[in-house]
């Protein structure tokens, strides 16, 4: 299983930017995706998880009602929509997933696939 993250870049405070994490390897549609993100000196951070179903999405307080997950089964591509983006949302961002190990658990966190990462800069 291989993840490509891309989509970072430098934006200033209250603008957007959407994340796409290109997914490759598994034999069916029914896994669990997730983006965390992790700031220099600060633990990595689960921002969101959709469940192998897509039916239940999970996201982190500091985020919720700014960013949106989804996943476009099509093009085996998994995106995060970021809205109104504040200085802390400043991050290197992953996108992690996992066909047998669920959201409710770690919110991805023990996802076995990663991404590389992409960067993301909020400057104020």
């Known amino acids: 299983v291989q993840l490509q993250a891309s989509g970072g870049g430098l934006v200033q405070a209250g603008g957007s930017l959407e994340l796409s994490c290109e997914v490759s390897g598994f034999t069916s549609d029914y896994y669990a995706v997730a983006w965390l993100r992790q700031a220099p000196g600060r633990k990595r951070e689960g921002v969101s998880c959709m469940s192998r179903t897509g039916n239940t999405i999970y996201y982190a307080d500091s985020v919720k009602g700014r960013f949106t997950i989804a996943k476009d089964k099509s093009k085996n591509r998994v995106y995060l929509q970021m809205n109104s983006l504040k200085p802390e949302d400043t991050a290197v961002y992953y996108c992690?997933?996992?066909?047998?190990?669920?959201?409710?658990?770690?919110?991805?966190?023990?996802?076995?696939?990663w991404g590389q990462g992409t960067q993301v800069t909020v400057s104020s």
């Open positions: 992690a997933a996992d066909s047998e190990r669920l959201c409710v658990v770690k919110r991805g966190a023990d996802f076995t696939s």
